[in-house]
């Protein structure tokens, strides 16, 4: 079965950084597309960097390209977002996802993905 766990969430202030993590469990991710989404309280899931599983392709949104860099590492089947730079309007919940690969939809809309974290909180304030 496909299972994801993300960790690293926490309270941290303006300008900070934090590291979020997902475990990848049941499938490799070489087959798979995926990605980091969030949610702020009232707004809908968007997406906030994903990446192709054929060939590493990133996708990132506007509002954190140059702040937010996704990864994977092979060996540990795991995704990183790392996060730089945080302002308070990154605070959500934070997924991750995923998706058999696909090139010809979208690689970071929400409702391309089926398969998903239970999510963990990222607090920007001071």
């Known amino acids: 079965q496909v299972q994801l766990v993300e960790s690293g969430g926490g309270l941290v202030q303006p300008g900070g950084s934090l590291r979020l993590s997902c475990a990848a469990s049941?499938?490799?991710?070489?087959?798979?597309?995926v990605g980091w989404f969030r949610q702020a309280p009232g707004k809908e899931r968007e997406g906030v960097s994903c990446?192709?599983?054929?060939?590493?392709?990133?996708y990132y949104g506007d509002s954190v390209k140059g702040r937010f860099t996704i990864s994977r590492g092979g060996a540990e089947n795991t995704v990183y977002l790392q996060m730089n730079g945080l302002k308070p309007e990154d605070t959500a919940v934070y997924y991750c996802?995923?998706?058999?690969?696909?090139?010809?939809?979208?690689?970071?809309?929400?409702?391309?993905?089926?398969?998903w974290g239970q999510g963990t909180q990222v607090t920007v304030s001071s």
């Open positions: 990446m192709r599983g054929g060939d590493g392709s990133t």
């Open positions: 996802a995923a998706r058999i690969r696909n090139l010809f939809r979208p690689v970071c809309s929400t409702g391309q993905y089926n398969y």
């Open positions: 049941g499938f490799t991710l070489g087959n798979y597309d």
